[in-house]
């Protein structure tokens, strides 16, 4: 435990970099995984992942927030090709989330034990509690990585409760606010993603960013499927610095 406390208080950019994030993000997530039958405190789980960056990808091809590998997205039903790939798609991909989670914990009954599956996978942690005869993954004898998995997500539970205690204060327009948006509807294919966006007073890189489970310069769509697009407004593109929401008081300067 001491060890991952300090990871996360001399990574300085990094440890920055997640408050600064948490702020824009923390907001989508915690009803999703209240409406869900999740604890709260999995969005420490989402944090550690991937340090809070929805583009995240790692090398073996895990892929946002919640780091997906593209088989076990498909199967949680997410949508992943060479045109749509719905891990990077935030709401979506922390449904996902949740109904593996909800799945482990139908098989473990405790919840650290779900965290360490959601690293080592449900075979490695089923195999591993009946090979050593315990309950719970905090019992097992692991590879170093999953068992700094489950006290880094304690860590982190701890760091953002109080950053000002392990020596990081901000100011509120230090913190990325969210960005407000309007949601499009869409049924049909998309052919140019750069003169959709032009066309709705934005560019294709604002509509990338807000939308990053777009992997292409089109919206193929071949199938008829219904997406929501996330156009941001001129407003949410132009916040006043000293009027940016701060989703947490204790992350920054009294």
Same mark, same amino acid.
């Given at each position: 435990?001491? #060890? ?7 990574? $300085?950019?990094? %440890? ?25 405190? !999995? ?17 073996? *091809? ?26 990077? $798609? ?18 473990? *009954?405790?919840? &650290? %034990? ?8 449900? *075979? ?23 068992? #700094? ?10 760091? !953002? ?26 049924? %049909? ?11 709705? *007073?934005? %560019?294709?890189?604002? &509509? ?6 777009? #992997? ?12 929501? &697009? $996330? ?15 701060? $989703? ?7």
């Amino acid at each position: 435990m001491d #060890r991952e406390l300090m990871a996360f208080s001399y990574m $300085h950019s990094t %440890t920055l970099l997640m408050i600064k994030r948490a702020n824009r993000y923390f907001p989508v997530i915690e009803p999703i995984l209240k409406e869900n039958g999740i604890p709260d405190d !999995f969005k420490y789980l989402m944090v550690i992942e991937n340090n809070l960056n929805p583009f995240a990808r790692s090398s073996a *091809g895990a892929a946002g927030l919640w780091q997906f590998m593209e088989a076990t997205g498909r199967e949680y039903g997410l949508e992943v090709n060479k045109n749509i790939d719905e891990r990077y $798609h935030v709401e979506k991909a922390t449904v996902a989330a949740c109904k593996y989670l909800k799945d482990a914990y139908s098989r473990y *009954g405790d919840w &650290l %034990t779900v965290a360490a599956s959601y690293n080592a996978g449900k *075979g490695r942690i089923s195999s591993e509690l009946s090979k050593q005869e315990v309950t719970s993954a905090m019992d097992l004898w692991l590879v170093e990585e999953t068992v #700094r998995y489950m006290f880094r997500i304690i860590a982190a539970k701890q760091f !953002f409760s109080d950053p000002a205690k392990f020596g990081f204060i901000l100011r509120a327009d230090q913190l990325y606010p969210p960005i407000p948006y309007e949601k499009i509807t869409v049924k %049909t294919s998309i052919a140019d993603l750069a003169r959709y966006a032009k066309d709705k *007073g934005i %560019t294709y890189y604002q &509509l990338i960013d807000a939308n990053p489970w777009l #992997r292409s310069t089109s919206l193929e769509n071949k199938t008829g499927r219904t997406y929501t &697009l $996330h156009i941001p407004t001129q407003e949410g593109m132009h916040y006043d610095p000293n009027q940016i929401p701060v $989703h947490n008081k204790n992350w920054i300067a009294p």
